[in-house]
Every structure is written in C-alpha cells, then in structure tokens.
C-alpha cells in the first residue's frame, strides 16, 4: 500500500503545484491588459476575464484546501480557460463564429490588437499551457484517487 500513498501524494504535490503556477500565469496575463491599458480590450473580454480570475481562484483555494472537488475544478477551470483562452486570443476576428460570442475577442492576431507584443504573447501561451497542465494535473489527481 505503500506504493498507492507515494501515488496519491505525488499526484497531490503535482496538483497543487500547478494550481500555483497557473494562478500566477493568470496574474501575469491580467498585468498584461493593465499594461496595454484597459481600453485596449472589449468590455466583455474584461469581464470575462475578470470572471475567470475569480474562478481560477476558487479552483485553487479548492485544490490547496485539498477538497474532493479539487480535481473535478482543475480539469473544468485548467482546460476551459485553455479553450477560452486560445477563442478569445489566439483565433483571428473572423474564425468567431459562434452566436454570441464574436464579442469575446481580442485577438492577438487580428486587427487593431492594441498593444500587444512580445510579452502580450508570452503571457497568452504561459497561460493557455498552465491551463491545459492544470488540467493534465486534475485529471492525474482523479486517477490516482481511485
């Protein structure tokens, strides 16, 4: 049984490492918009990202308080906020056809995509590869449990 526990606590280590890292990849991508200014992005990008830092965070207090909902909020914030994350930044203006939601995006590639550089970038990919590690990690954390 020995070789279970050392699983299980490997897996919890990996789970909540990555609940930080990815907080703070969140962070640094919010710091990104207050650098390009809050203007730069539509006001429901805004809030939707403002949305999801509240949500990150309770995914995280989750994951570090280690309740049985930890991983079940790890792979449903980490992977959502990859998906979210690469229709809101990654995709061109034009490849947002679902209904509705065309005004979530901020496309780092598409025109005027206001003040993004390099570091505009680093953040976007740190933050969708946290997301899809956090993910990865919730995932890890369900399987290991059983």
Do not use: C, K
């Not at 020995?2 to 606590?9: G, M």
């Not at 991983?71 to 959502?80: D, E, K, L, N, Q």
């Not at 203006?93 to 598409?110: E, I, K, N, R």
Request: hydrophobic share 55%; no cysteine.
């Amino acid at each position: 049984m020995t070789v279970r526990t050392e699983r299980v606590d490997a897996t919890d280590f990996y789970l909540r490492t990555t609940a930080v890292i990815f907080a703070a990849a969140v962070l640094v991508h919010g710091s990104d918009h207050v650098r390009r200014g809050l203007d730069a992005s539509p006001t429901a990008v805004m809030i939707a990202g403002s949305i999801q830092a509240v949500v990150v965070l309770i995914a995280v207090v989750l994951v570090l308080r280690r309740t049985r909902w930890a991983p079940h909020a790890a792979m449903v914030v980490g992977f959502a906020s990859a998906a979210l994350f690469i229709y809101a930044h990654v995709l061109p203006t034009s490849a947002h056809v679902l209904p509705g939601f065309w005004t979530l995006s901020d496309s780092f590639v598409s025109e005027p995509h206001t003040h993004v550089n390099w570091f505009s970038w680093v953040t976007a990919v740190l933050e969708i590869i946290t997301g899809i590690v956090f993910g990865v990690a919730g995932a890890r954390a369900l399987r290991a449990a059983e």
